[in-house]
């Protein structure tokens, strides 16, 4: 009932930038809070950064300062902007929302089918 797409990831040398995208479709009422996972090699998945519905925004340190999150409600649309990247930063990369469906009162959650981001040092 609701697709989460993303796109953007691939490969890049240590310090630099990569912008990801996740569009959400499908029979979408409201988006609530949104967010980007990873999960490297051999390691859990980590939240690392989550934004609401009003644009707040929350960051694991491990990315905070190095990466931006942010949304366009209209396009039903979630960004990750990430500069200054390191190796520690490979990692299949996920987006996650809460969605309201059209005529339902409650939210599910919803994932990504994930990205790949290399950092090569």
């Known amino acids: 009932q609701v697709q989460l797409v993303e796109s953007g990831g691939g490969m890049v040398q240590a310090g630099g930038s990569l912008r990801l995208s996740c569009t959400a479709s499908?029979?979408?009422?409201?988006?609530?809070?949104m967010g980007w996972y990873r999960q490297a090699p051999g390691k859990q998945r980590e939240l690392i950064a989550a934004i609401t519905s009003g644009g707040r925004t929350n960051y694991a340190d491990s990315v905070k300062g190095r990466f931006t999150i942010s949304r366009d409600n209209a396009k039903n649309a979630m960004y990750l902007q990430m500069n200054s990247l390191k190796p520690e930063d490979t990692a299949i990369y996920s987006c996650?929302?809460?969605?309201?469906?059209?005529?339902?009162?409650?939210?599910?959650?919803?994932w990504g089918q994930g990205t790949q981001v290399t950092v090569s040092s």
């Open positions: 499908g029979r979408i009422g409201s988006i609530n809070a």
């Open positions: 996650n929302a809460d969605v309201r469906l059209t005529g339902y009162l409650v939210s599910y959650n919803y």
